[in-house]
């Protein structure tokens, strides 16, 4: 019997995610002790899992804020007003980039307005919601998921599962930023980097890769059902690992 779940909280069995994030953006501690908040949490996860008879322990479940966001930010869907913090490089810099996009930025002349936040389905929690424009580009910009399968396979001496968010859903969930325009439009151009994504994965182990569309819980439309069948039957090959 192999054993799985679907993800697991994220927030510190007591609230630590949370004291971080806030001491972080008060500037009373600093980038790397953020991040090692959120690698004891995420070691705590996962070996918790597996002393419970999890199998295949899912990784690529946490996130410092939101897993909407981390994707935007995976796949190079950067807003263009926040381009001006892409041009930095760096962890440091990165998460800066990464804030902004949630809460705004006012520091070095800039006054960059966050994106839009909103419910996740019908709970309490909360995402943030991808800008789409007609021109919009896709490229494999973080290596986050990469670099958290190798601490997770470390950490627990198997391969652990990434999860990821789907492609259709993951555009269904933004909103459009000009009119006469359908963001579902954007699959064929955001397809070619998952296929990097789950590519890459493939080369480093990844034996299972669970790819999440909550999406199907809605009343779609035929156009947008026609888009998941085609979607999942064009590059189901590549969906598979």
């Not at 892409?86 to 960059?112: E, H, I, K, V």
């Not at 290596?143 to 789907?166: M, S």
């Not at 590519?199 to 026609?226: F, H, K, M, V, Y």
């Amino acid at each position: 019997m192999i054993a799985h779940n679907l993800g697991y909280p994220r927030i510190g069995s007591h609230r630590e995610l949370k004291r971080a994030c806030e001491q972080f953006w008060a500037g009373t501690i600093t980038h790397q002790q953020l991040q090692d908040v959120g690698r004891q949490i995420r070691t705590g996860n996962w070996l918790m899992q597996q002393q419970a008879g999890v199998t295949l322990v899912p990784c690529n479940d946490f996130s410092l804020y939101d897993q909407v966001l981390d994707l935007s930010l995976t796949v190079g869907a950067i807003p263009p007003r926040f381009q001006p913090l892409l041009n930095a490089s760096g962890d440091d810099d990165y998460l800066t980039l990464y804030f902004a996009m949630a809460r705004g930025y006012q520091q070095d002349g800039l006054d960059l307005k966050a994106m839009e936040m909103t419910k996740w389905f019908d709970t309490n929690y909360h995402y943030i919601v991808p800008e789409f424009a007609r021109e919009q580009s896709f490229t494999l910009l973080s290596e986050r998921i990469f670099t958290q399968f190798d601490e997770a396979r470390q950490t627990l001496g198997t391969v652990p599962k990434p999860v990821l968010l789907g492609p259709v859903s993951y555009l269904l969930l933004g909103k459009e930023k000009e009119a006469d325009f359908d963001r579902l439009e954007l699959i064929d151009r955001l397809l070619p980097v998952y296929e990097q994504l789950l590519s890459r994965l493939q080369t480093q182990g990844a034996n299972w890769i669970q790819l999440d569309e909550p999406c199907l819980a809605l009343d779609l439309t035929d156009a947008q059902r026609e888009v998941f069948a085609t979607t999942y039957a064009d590059y189901g090959s590549s969906f598979r690992s």
